[in-house]
């Protein structure tokens, strides 16, 4: 099994608090950091790469 490299999300404001992480790979995979312990979320890389620039384009 791969242990998962968690980093915060630069999409997280920098103020703490609510945070999100993400660890890359195959799939990407996306926790809150105040509640790790209810799992996370995964999607296939190639969605998350779509999210993200939908975001960046601002369609969503």
């Known amino acids: 099994m791969q242990t998962e490299m968690w980093h915060k999300s630069s999409y997280s404001g920098g103020q703490g608090g609510a945070c999100v992480e ?33 975001l960046r384009r601002d369609t969503l």
């Open 22 to 54: 993400v660890a890359e790979g195959a799939q990407t995979l996306v926790r809150d950091t105040q509640n790790r312990h209810l799992g996370h979320l995964a999607f296939p890389a190639a969605e998350w790469d779509a999210f993200l620039a939908a």
